[in-house]
C-alpha cells in the first residue's frame, strides 16, 4: 500500500512539473499568434469594443479565473462566435500594454 501511494504522489508530481513547463505553445498553422496568450473560456456577450467572458486561469501572465471585460484589439477575429459559445481566446499586449482579444474561436 505504501508503495502504491509512494508512486501516485510520484507520477503526481511528473505530471505538475510536465504542465508547469509546458508554457510555450506550438501554433503550427498561425505564426503570428507567436506573441500571444491562449485561453479557454465562455463567451457572454459581444460588444461594440469589447467581449464579456469567464476565463479558466491563464498561468502565462498569472491571471485567475474570472469573468470580465476584454477589449477586442484593432482588426480583432471573432466571426463564428456566438453569445453562450465555449471558446479559446487568443490574446495579446495591445498599444497600451494591457492585454486585448486578438481572436476568438468556437472550441470543441
Ligand atoms: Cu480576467
Redesign the pocket.
Known sequence: MRKFLLSLAFSTALATSAAASGTSHEHGGHANMAEGVHATGELHTIGEKSVN?S?DP?PDIG??????D?PLLEGAQIEGVSEGDKVMIMLEKGADGMYGVRALEKAN
Open positions: 467572458v476565463h491563464i491571471w485567475p479565473a474570472m469573468r470580465m476584454l
